[in-house]
């Protein structure tokens, strides 16, 4: 752990870091008062033996072995290898950190195993196993909590990263020269980690740059598994594996933070990406009976979230909100059995599942980028590529099969939610949600039975229910100048009409125009309190000519003067307008006083 906590740290010409999982490291505590004059501050994580101690390694290598000439042999070997680790860097309890440069506060972790799990048998009758599970579950935070941070010139950066692999191969072989002979092979990897950078009920002010919350996330695992069980007589041959990656990575300002940036923007980004490559053999040959199988699953099941609560968000630059999940999981499975004087069976089983959720979101929040835009982004993209064989051959019965299950149900989802909250962007307010999938299967199933039966079986199921959504929730005032001027559209206005029609001092002259002093008009047209009412109907001479029904007015285009009493209609409540007539136009009253 790397902390400022309840202390003052003050750079008045370089940066502040505070960096837990790197090397090079003074390795002291915190003291209750970080001054420095021209240099650095860094509050780092230390190094034992010039060793990184967030790169964790565990590498290791079993075999079991027996042999008989004339008796039982049984090899095997059991190795688990787990790994779990704790690495936490932040500014907490009303600690105040300010730098002419950047602040940075970042935790890190790079944690691989690599293992090779082997049982051998041979004898009479031998057996064969290797058994072996690894597990990574790790924290890595980096947070900003309760606290002021300030970069007069340079960024602000709160960073957790985790890296996982699992590199995995275990075989097992059995052979029998008189009498039965099994071989096998169970694996289980897991990987279960958490990864947050966050800053709650906090100011960050990077007046100069920008501000980034940023949650990243690779894992990865590697299997190979074999069972194999030669024999004079009866074989067996038996592979186990399933892998799972079950993560959660958050990237997230909250708790009624403040946030002003410059040209920088702020970036608040939950990023993860996660593979799983398997191939799974399971083989048996015997003079008389064989048996093969193979079953493996895979699961790959995140959380992905990046999002703005309950705080207030300025930037000279963009404002993005971005999640950001990957994962693909690839395999190739195949159980074989041969049977030289009887029966032999081969068989594949896989299940493999993607199942994440991932969100972008700013609920309950205000978000302006007074040069750039705002974007609110969920992004996924997935694959799954698959090849399943179950395979038999026998002088009486072969029977080989193979099922393969898919499934793939992600939940992808981008929003902005929150009545009366605000968003604007001097280009544009995006809200997107994408889910992109890519399927390659392959299945099959051989049986030839030279005596009696030969039978193939092959199922592949693949189920897709995944669920793509964004929206802007109900009451949010959203504007976007499209990187236009915004006082453009006051000039114009004034310009457009007599002072009695347009008061931006707030004075009551109908409900046409109410606008604060100084403040630039609002392109919503109903925000800025621009309506298709009485006041600019009766402002063109159209107060008597359109003839009202319920809510909506009638009459003769004014626009290309037609002459059809019905085709120009007003609706005062939507304040809109259309012509059904010649020159198909339409809009709010901005577009009219345009037209006009």
């Given amino acids: 752990t790397a902390r400022i906590s309840g202390s003052t740290a003050t750079s008045s010409a370089g940066a502040v870091s505070v960096t837990a999982g790197f090397d090079s490291a003074p390795g002291s505590t915190a003291p ?15 190094t034992r033996d010039d060793a990184k101690l967030n790169e964790a390694q565990i590498v290791s290598v079993s075999i079991g072995v027996a042999g008989s000439a004339s008796g039982n042999a049984i090899g095997g070997s059991l190795p688990v290898n787990v790994n779990k680790s704790e690495i936490t860097a932040e500014i907490v309890s009303s600690a105040t950190v300010s730098a002419s440069k950047s602040i940075s506060v970042m935790a890190q972790d790079q944690t691989t195993i690599g293992i090779g799990a082997g049982g051998i048998g041979i004898g009479a009758k031998g057996g064969g196993g290797a058994l072996t599970a690894n597990v990574i579950t790790n924290m890595v935070k980096a947070r900003i909590d309760a606290s002021s941070v300030t970069s007069s010139a340079g960024n602000i950066l709160v960073q957790a990263q985790g890296q996982a692999n699992i590199t995995g191969i275990a075989l097992g072989v059995g052979g029998g020269t008189q009498g039965f002979a099994m071989g096998g092979s169970v694996i289980v990897n897991l990987v279960i980690n958490t990864i947050e950078a966050t800053a709650n009920n906090s100011t960050l002010t990077a007046s100069s740059g920008g501000v980034f919350v940023r949650a990243l996330d690779t894992s990865s695992i590697y299997m190979g598994a074999g069972g194999i069980g ?31 940036a410059g040209s920088g923007g702020v970036e608040v980004k939950a990023d993860s990406s996660a593979k799983v490559i398997t191939v799974t053999i399971a083989g048996a040959g015997g003079g008389s009976s064989a048996i093969g199988g193979a079953v493996v699953v895979n699961v790959i099941q995140k959380t992905v979230t990046a999002k703005v609560e309950n705080s207030t968000i300025t930037a000279t630059g963009t404002v993005s909100v971005l999640a950001n999940d990957k994962a693909e999981s690839d395999s ?24 994440d959720t991932v969100r972008a979101y700013a609920d309950n929040s205000t978000l302006t980028s007074t040069a750039a835009d705002v974007l609110v982004r969920a992004n996924g993209v997935y694959a799954m590529k698959t090849a399943t064989v179950g395979g038999a051959g026998g002088s009486s019965i072969a029977i080989g099969g ?3 299950i898919h499934v793939i149900s992600n939940d992808v989802r981008a929003y902005i939610s929150g009545s009366g909250k605000q968003v604007k962007a001097h280009g544009s307010v995006a809200v997107e949600a994408h889910h992109e999938l890519v399927m390659g299967m392959g299945a099959g199933g051989i049986g030839i039975g030279v005596g009696d039966v030969g039978a193939g079986i092959a199922n592949v199921t693949a189920i897709v229910d995944s669920k793509t959504k964004a929206w802007i929730g109900s009451g949010v005032l959203v504007t976007a100048f499209g990187n236009g001027n915004p006082h453009l559209l006051e000039e114009f206005l004034r310009n457009k009409f007599p002072s009695e029609l347009f008061d931006s001092r707030g004075n009551e002259c109908g409900s046409f125009m109410r606008m604060p002093e100084n403040q630039p ?40 003067k037609g002459s059809n009493p019905t085709q120009f209609r007003v609706s005062i409540g939507k304040n809109l307008w259309n012509c059904f007539g010649q020159c198909r136009r339409g809009g709010n009253v901005i577009d009219f006083i345009a037209s006009k």
């Fill in 402 to 404: 193979s099922i393969a």
């Fill in 332 to 355: 190739g499975t195949f159980g074989v059995g041969i049977g030289l004087g009887g029966n032999a069976g081969g068989a594949a089983i896989v299940g493999y599942s993607i199942a």
């Fill in 230 to 260: 030669i024999s004079a007589q009866n074989a067996g041959g038996v592979s186990l594996g399933t892998n799972n990656i079950l993560n959660v990575v958050t990237a997230a300002i909250t708790g009624n933070s403040t946030v002003n």
């Fill in 521 to 560: 008009m609002d392109f919503v047209a109903n925000n800025a309190g621009l309506w298709m009412d009485r006041q600019i109907l009766d402002h063109y001479g159209l107060l008597e000519p359109l003839k009202r029904s319920g809510d909506s007015l009638c009459g003769c285009c004014p626009l290309h």
């Fill in 32 to 46: 209750s008062s970080l001054e420095a004059n021209g240099a650095s501050v860094a509050i780092e994580l230390p």
